[in-house]
């Protein structure tokens, strides 16, 4: 069983940054496409980022594009998301997911993911 544990989350100003991490079970990890998706209150999930298996191909949604960085190392079994240049409406609950499939660029599809953090809260204030 995959098991994915997310942090960094928490309260800040907007303009600033946060890292997250999501760190996972197993040695398959550095074959796993990885993407971060995010959940306001009474909203949809969006796709945030998304990662292959190499880290050399990667995707941002429009909304985050040049203030989001993904990365990820496989030595540790880690993903990172550096968000910058943090917006009151970046405020979500984030997930970390893990997909057994080749990453597709464009708006990431939750079904392709199998394996899920359990989230860590991000709040930016005005």
């Known amino acids: 069983q995959v098991q994915l544990v997310e942090s960094g989350g928490g309260l800040v100003q907007a303009g600033g940054s946060l890292r997250l991490s999501c760190a996972a079970s197993?040695?398959?990890?550095?074959?796993?496409?990885m993407g971060w998706f995010r959940q306001a209150p009474g909203k949809e999930h969006e796709s945030v980022a998304a990662?292959?298996?190499?880290?050399?191909?990667?995707y941002y949604a429009d909304s985050v594009k040049g203030r989001f960085t993904i990365s990820r190392d496989n030595g540790k079994n880690t993903v990172y998301l550096q968000m910058n240049s943090l917006k009151p409406e970046d405020t979500a609950v984030y997930y970390c997911a893990a997909s057994q499939l080749p990453l597709r660029i464009g708006e990431q599809q939750p079904n392709r993911y199998l394996y899920w953090g359990q989230g860590t809260q991000v709040t930016v204030s005005s």
């Open positions: 197993g040695r398959a990890f550095s074959t796993y496409a």
């Open positions: 990662i292959n298996w190499s880290g050399y191909s990667t």
